[in-house]
């Protein structure tokens, strides 16, 4: 069974504006819950991550919402860039230390 | 370059032969893990090592899969027999678990492309 489920698969934006991507968890016992980006080509690369214990990380662009009551998480690109067009993962993990996945969000940022 | 690095990049293979890859992880790093990434999906765990040991196995792996880290730095991923069904990217990761904040960060290589014809 899928344990992190995201939405939306994918996502077209105009160049500054707002990209928000949804992420929902069952397991209570998760403790860290990571953003990964991913180009074509390449694996995926750490883009920012969030602990249950806190509401909202921001870095930069970049900002994980997090409601522990809801089980749920977002990711929130402001701004957005051409250059940030790729696929988006987030995960979650309890005390063993992998990573369950969501199935990934496409992004396209037009110009 | 210090990132995890992963060899060979492609490989393409006729069902029934057999398949070796191998993962560089970052020097530090004690922890090696192997994840497998099938078209349109995130990826799934498939094993991981805390230094040459192996200390845990996902149910996907099945038995003609095999990964070892003899020396607790470089890994291998050997898939026997393969089947069409295990056509997907192969990605290798590295961390070094922080004791005080647990965050242990893993940080991904570029993966190996797998074709069974």
């Known amino acids: 069974q899928q344990q992190v489920k995201q939405s939306p698969q994918s996502l077209i934006v105009q160049k500054g504006g707002i990209s928000i991507i949804n992420c929902a968890y069952e397991?209570?016992?998760?403790?860290?819950f990571p953003w990964y980006q991913q180009f074509p080509g390449k694996g995926p690369a750490l883009l920012i991550a969030i602990r249950p214990d806190v509401s909202e990380k921001k870095e930069g662009r970049f900002t994980i919402s997090f409601n522990k009551s809801a089980k749920q998480f977002s990711l929130h690109i402001m701004d957005a860039l051409p250059g940030d067009s790729a696929t988006y993962f987030c995960a979650g993990r309890k005390a063993s230390p992998k990573f369950y996945f969501g199935s990934g969000t496409k992004l396209n940022v037009k110009p | 370059d210090t990132g995890v690095s992963q060899n060979p990049r492609h490989k393409i293979t006729k069902r029934g032969q057999n398949v070796t890859f191998r993962c560089d992880p970052i020097?530090?790093?004690?922890?090696l893990y192997w994840y497998r990434q099938t078209l349109g999906q995130g990826p799934e765990f498939l094993t991981y090592?805390?230094?040459?040991?192996?200390?845990?196995k996902s149910r996907l792996l099945s038995d003609r899969f095999s990964a070892e880290r003899p020396k607790g730095s470089f890994s291998t991923l050997e898939i026997q027999r393969t089947e069409q069904g295990d056509s997907a990217m192969y990605l290798c990761?590295?961390?070094?678990?922080?004791?005080?904040?647990?965050?242990?960060?893993?940080?991904f290589g570029p993966g190996t492309r797998l074709t069974v014809l």
């Open positions: 090592f805390q230094n040459e040991a192996q200390l845990e």
């Open positions: 990761a590295s961390s070094w678990p922080l004791q005080t904040t647990s965050t242990d960060t893993q940080y």
């Open positions: 020097s530090e790093h004690n922890r």
């Open positions: 397991n209570t016992a998760f403790d860290y």
